[in-house]
Antibody, heavy 116, light 111 residues
């Protein structure tokens, strides 16, 4: 079955760029939307944005100025870049398959801490 | 502040039923049948439990059911079991530029 795995640095310095990759295994990345969702410790879920395999994107307006998503269908991967990070961006970051109606498959999540 | 409103906590005894509400607006919950519910155990990723208001993915117990009335969706868990103790989140598609919104989450305690 399809599985997702996030990867990337667990520690990012303030004002730098957070970069994460999600690898899709057990199935093709093509013809689906793929989302990034984050969760600060002890808090709720926040949708960051999504990308279609054509490269079309939609971002949460609250983060839009700092977010860039990309997709590499040859590697079955999609990526997130969040620039100018602050401590408020410290969270567990999840990638998920986005069916519009729901997020049906999630990665295990990766903790990213913003600290000098 | 989350776009969708959920109670912070609910509790119930084994065997009982509980209902978690999720209140939005006509731009999200009330306007579309794209409400979904997720179960999250500590340290784990969320798991899809209900999609399109009332549909269960394969493998999810029929003790979990969903419904909607107006701008409020509900998740009902019947025959509570200890393993149901978790956080539950609702989510909806929205016509706003945000596209996707979540509730603040509800902690279910099985007494």
């Amino acid at each position: 079955q399809v599985q997702l795995q996030e990867s990337g640095p667990g520690l990012v310095k303030p004002s730098e760029t957070l970069s994460l990759t999600c690898t899709v295994s057990g199935g093709s990345i093509s013809s689906y939307y793929w989302s990034w969702i984050r969760q600060p410790a002890g808090k709720g879920l926040e949708w960051i944005g999504r990308i279609y395999t054509s490269g079309s994107t939609n971002y949460n307006p609250s983060l839009k100025s700092r977010v860039t998503m990309s997709v590499d269908t040859s590697k079955n991967q999609f990526s997130l870049k969040l620039s100018s990070v602050t401590a408020a961006d410290t969270a567990v970051y999840y990638c998920a398959r986005d069916f519009v109606r729901d997020f049906d498959i999630w990665g295990q999540g990766t903790m990213v801490t913003v600290s000098s | 502040q989350s776009a969708l409103t959920q109670p912070a906590s609910v509790s119930g005894s084994p065997g009982q039923s509980i209902t978690i509400s999720c209140t939005g607006t006509s731009s999200d919950v009330g306007g579309y049948n794209y409400v979904s519910w997720y179960q999250q155990h500590p340290g784990k990723a969320p798991k899809l439990m209900i999609y399109e208001v009332s549909n269960r993915p394969s493998g999810v117990s029929n003790r979990f059911s969903g419904s909607k009335s107006g701008n409020t969706a509900s998740l009902t868990i019947s025959g509570l079991q200890a393993e149901d103790e978790a956080d539950y989140y609702c989510s909806s598609y929205t016509s706003s530029s945000t596209l996707r919104v979540f509730g603040g989450g509800t902690k279910l305690t099985v007494l």
